[in-house]
């Protein structure tokens, strides 16, 4: 069993900045990567990062590539999502999610546990 848990989330102006952290425990040591998915009111739940566990490898979708960064910390087990230069259309839950088995994915239905989702809210 994996546990994430997010947090950082919150109510920012057009133009702000959020850093978004999730915090892994359990069997983390099985985790191949982790990804950033994002789901606004009536949408699809859409990837926006991934890094892999081992060798830190990243991808960022085009959507918010150049404004939002994935990162790691070893030590804290935790995975960061930076975002600057926000704006109303990034308005959505966030939720991290570990995938145990890889190759790296931006697949939703590939990731095998999920945190509970940290909201954020860009007001113009």
């Known amino acids: 069993q994996v546990q994430l848990v997010e947090s950082g989330g919150g109510l920012v102006q057009a133009g702000g900045s959020l850093r978004l952290s999730c915090a892994a425990s359990g069997r983390t040591f099985s985790i191949y990567a982790m990804g950033w998915f994002r789901q606004a009111p009536g949408k699809e739940r859409d990837i926006i990062a991934t890094i892999t566990w081992s060798d830190f490898t990243t991808y960022v979708a085009d959507s918010v590539k150049g404004r939002f960064t994935i990162s790691r910390d070893n030590a804290k087990n935790t995975v960061y999502l930076q975002m600057n230069s926000l704006r109303p259309e990034d308005t959505a839950v966030y939720y991290c999610?570990?995938?145990?088995?890889?190759?790296?994915?931006?697949?939703?239905?590939?990731?095998?546990?999920w945190g509970q989702g940290t909201q954020v809210t860009v007001s113009s």
């Open positions: 999610a570990a995938d145990l088995t890889g190759p790296a994915t931006t697949r939703r239905d590939e990731y095998d546990y």
